[in-house]
């Protein structure tokens, strides 16, 4: 799922939130595509060298804080070094239930273990803690049984009242933080009953479509009942047990992260292909804000995998590529990288033909290949690809500004002299909210649409403005965006009723067409039935394309570099990855 819950993020960025009712602030911007691509491959290599003199330093710093490789020759062997974007300074949290931050979900699904899996290629359902389950006919009551060799890295057993445990403490700090992240897994759940030691019933108040999926995922994983003693704040800081393959040992905010690995582990999901413990002895996690200084220290072989937000540019491909790194990519399910309209009255996307305008002078083709590289893929819809029900919208989204400049003049738009159209005296102009910089995607959108005679204005704003702008939709388009294997995740985006921004969600629809989105929406959540489901996120992808309600941008595609001592990365559905999998050469 996701990353940063709902943001509003510049055109590239990555995994934020947008404002609105939740109190949960903005995540940073993530996303900067193309920001090497001025780059010569022998200006980077000269960076790396220049890099050497950095690399000890950090090293250094990393070691002072818990991150620092084994002494035992054998044991730094078996050391995976992953260097990840920086850390999440907004929610500092590796608390499963809290966190958004995709780089703790993948340090999370490696500690932490759920009642269920989800295929990464097909999207079913498979079993994990729990062997199998029953659904009642009317989609209120899950029976999981649960396995019986399964125990928590603390001791305790994994049962039935730990499920129980765990999804209480999750209901109780939904109702004291509404605004909680993983509050939207849980969405129905009302209590849970231990009929034997491993059967357990969670019963819900109201149809949850994507209560199954829900429990595949870091969010609803876990945690030993040792830890829903502690506070919430313990927890966020590190102190958590699971029963996965590999244990948090240490955790500084803002500096990195440490897995040890559990010597006893035997019960992976179907999804991972080793039976047992870890091959590798420890991960150790670096967040590492600076680009320069992450690739400087993948290029020096000081890290394994270098991880960014935001994928590579032709030339980092190449350049990484030639040595001899994997580039490992999977597009994030969930809703692709949108831009969303303010189209309520008095505003210029208040009219439809203008929205429709909008869509069809975006070259999305000539966007995915100057920002990222030629193969990068084209965004072909309202979510990414890997989201099931995924519908294709790609006919609909064809760059066409020869259809975008008619539609413009039936709206009674005229060009001038300067290339901008205008009506009644005034240009035609957008003002974009971002943050915290433009970047070379918002340049490129907007001469894009100086072609058709649409003036873009690029509104940098800080997080806290950006926070207030949305709220009281000062803007004409915005953005945002939640990671997760299941459409109902963009429920918590367009569907005011429970959005976490219910400005954004409310904004983009006129009477009649929020009345048609909310019917498909409920329709979507409450099917039993695959097909009903189909059908219903079908529609609701058909209407935010045919009324100009989103405005696809890119395909989010996350994507590592490992180096050529690692082998067996593969991705989870939630585009994570299982490290227990992963085995490492001798360097």
Same mark, same amino acid.
């Given at each position: ?172 700090? &939904? ?264 970047? &070379? ?29 949305? &709220? ?46 909310? &019917? ?68």
């Amino acid at each position: 799922m996701t990353d940063y819950p709902n943001d509003s993020f510049s055109l590239s960025s990555l995994v934020g939130h947008s404002p609105g009712k939740s109190s949960r602030p903005e995540a940073p911007a993530a996303f900067v595509p193309g920001q090497s691509n001025g780059t010569a491959p022998g200006a980077l290599r000269s960076l790396a060298r220049r890099l050497a003199g950095l690399v000890i330093p950090v090293a250094a710093t990393l070691a002072l804080a818990g991150c620092s490789p084994s002494a035992e020759d054998g044991q730094a062997a078996r050391t995976l070094k992953i260097a990840f974007w920086g850390d999440n300074t907004v929610l500092v949290s590796v608390d499963p239930f809290q966190v958004y931050w995709i780089e703790h979900r993948v340090l999370l699904r490696n500690v932490a273990e759920s009642l269920t899996d989800q295929d990464p290629k097909t999207g079913e359902i498979i079993p994990w803690l729990a062997k199998s389950w029953e659904v009642s006919d009317d989609a209120l009551e899950y029976t999981f049984h649960l396995r019986e060799d399964v125990t928590f890295s603390n001791g305790e057993r994994f049962d039935a009242q730990a499920v129980k445990i765990a999804f209480d403490s999750n209901k109780a700090f &939904a109702a004291e933080v509404p605004s909680t992240f993983g509050a939207t897994y849980l969405a129905g759940y009302e209590h849970a009953e231990v009929l034997d030691a491993f059967t357990v019933k969670l019963v819900l108040s109201r149809p949850n479509a994507g209560f199954l999926q829900a429990a595949s995922t870091t969010n609803l994983a876990i945690l030993a009942p040792a830890s829903y003693r502690l506070t919430a704040r313990e927890r966020s800081l590190g102190k958590i047990v699971g029963s996965g393959p590999f244990v948090l040992e240490s955790y500084t905010p803002e500096v990195g992260a440490r897995l040890v690995k559990r010597k006893d582990y035997a019960w992976p999901s179907a999804n991972l292909k080793n039976p047992g413990a870890a091959h590798l002895d420890s991960v150790e996690l670096s967040y590492v804000p600076e680009e320069s200084v992450r690739n400087g220290l993948f290029l020096q072989g000081q890290v394994d995998i270098l991880w960014p937000r935001n994928p590579f540019s032709e030339v980092d491909l190449k350049l990484f590529q030639s040595r001899g790194a994997t580039i490992q990519s999977r597009s994030l399910p969930g809703p692709a990288f949108n831009l969303y309209p303010n189209a309520q009255d008095k505003r210029v996307l208040a009219d439809p033909r203008v929205r429709l305008a909008l869509q069809k002078a975006i070259d999305r083709k000539t966007y995915a290949a100057t920002i990222y590289n030629p193969d990068f893929p084209v965004v072909d819809g309202v979510y990414d690809l890997t989201t099931p029900y995924f519908k294709t919208q790609g006919a609909k989204l064809a760059y066409d500004p020869a259809g975008a400049e008619r539609l413009l003049d039936e709206a009674g738009w005229v060009k001038g002299a300067d290339g901008y159209r205008q009506k009644d005296g005034k240009r035609l102009s957008l003002t974009y909210i971002l943050s915290p910089a433009e970047t &070379a995607g918002d340049v490129l959108v907007q001469d894009q649409l100086r072609k058709v005679g649409i003036e873009l204005k690029l509104d940098v704003l800080t997080r806290a403005e950006r926070v207030t702008a949305n &709220a009281a939709g000062n803007y004409d388009l915005t953005s945002t965006y939640m990671s997760r294997a299941d459409p109902i995740i963009l429920q918590t985006i367009l569907d005011p009723r429970t959005a976490n921004s219910a400005a954004l969600a409310s904004n983009i629809y006129s009477p009649q067409t929020l009345e048609r989105a909310t &019917a498909l929406f409920d329709a979507g959540i409450t099917a039993t039935a695959g097909g009903q489901r189909a059908r219903a996120y079908g529609e609701l992808q058909d209407l935010l394309i045919d009324e100009g309600l989103a405005f696809p941008i890119y395909e989010r595609v996350w994507q590592a570099a490992t180096a050529p001592r690692v082998r067996n990365f593969q991705w989870s559905a939630e585009g994570f990855a299982f490290l227990s999998d992963i085995e490492v050469d001798q360097p």
